[in-house]
């Protein structure tokens, strides 16, 4: 039995994790599964956004601590080996990833939250970066995180190990909303719903715009923006959203609603 499943309605495509008895700790064979419903979601045409989420009351635990451990003396680390490629995807996808933490999210946990385009989680939710009190590091969720959460904030938590609550999470960019449990799908939902009506073309380049662009130099940023600018307007996705505009009715590219 697959420990991640997935679903497609309305053009979003929702990927779960389901392994509530080791809190959805990051194994070997979730990560596999995790992979494969990843790409699906990626090469289905049908699906306009990912949703990741999981069962139970913790969203991910982090990494099996079980399958991390040295066996005979010797150094082995699977997860570490097979994570990056999931951080990854979700990270360059060009499909708009929202997190739907169902619960706690803990060390790795925070690495799949923080590769989300989006995260909401319930107003109970915790957080915690535990890895300093197993005498390890936040080495490879460093890479999205430190790209959400100020340096100080970083470091407060990253050396302390702390557990902080989803109204701090969100003050410290880590999350995008904290929601009331009740209010958590619709919440979802909402950020969905948003997403779908944009191009898909012009989505996937606004997700490098948002990242990119604060790295350039202001006139190198003008003078590549307006190049991009002119070239999204003479696009055909650029023209049949001009034409939807002008004609009162959706673009081409937005689901039909069920």
């Known amino acids: 039995m697959s420990l991640v499943h997935k679903e497609l309605a309305a053009g979003v495509a929702t990927v779960t994790l389901d392994s509530p008895p080791n809190r959805n700790a990051l194994s070997m064979r979730l990560l596999g599964d995790l992979k494969d419903r990843l790409t699906w979601a990626l090469a289905e ?73 989006f995260a909401v989680a319930p107003l109970t939710a915790s957080f915690a970066f535990t890895e300093v009190r197993l005498g390890v590091v936040p080495a490879m969720i460093s890479v999205p995180v430190l790209r959400r959460v100020g340096a100080r904030a970083a470091a407060e938590y990253f050396l302390t190990g702390e557990v902080f609550d989803a109204a701090r999470a969100v003050e410290i960019g880590l999350i995008s909303r904290a929601v009331p449990g009740e209010e958590l799908d619709a919440a979802v939902a909402h950020y969905a719903g948003l997403l779908a009506r944009g191009g898909p073309e012009s989505l996937a380049i606004t997700k490098r715009l948002v990242r990119e662009v604060p790295t350039m130099s202001f006139a190198e940023g003008l003078r590549r923006m307006t190049e991009l600018s002119a070239e999204r307007f003479t696009s055909a996705e650029g023209q049949e959203g001009i034409a939807a505009y002008m004609d009162k009715r959706p673009p081409k590219w937005v689901p039909p609603q069920g």
Not at 59 to 78: M, V
């Open 45 to 117: 045409p049908e699906a306009r956004v990912i949703v990741l989420t999981a069962t139970g009351t913790v969203f991910c635990s982090g990494a099996d601590i079980k399958e991390q451990r040295s066996a005979e003396g010797r150094p082995e680390a699977p997860v570490t080996a097979s994570f990056p490629e999931i951080l990854e995807l979700i990270w360059e996808s060009p499909k708009p990833v929202i997190c739907r933490m169902n619960g706690t999210a803990r060390a790795g946990g925070l690495g799949l939250v923080a590769a989300c385009d």
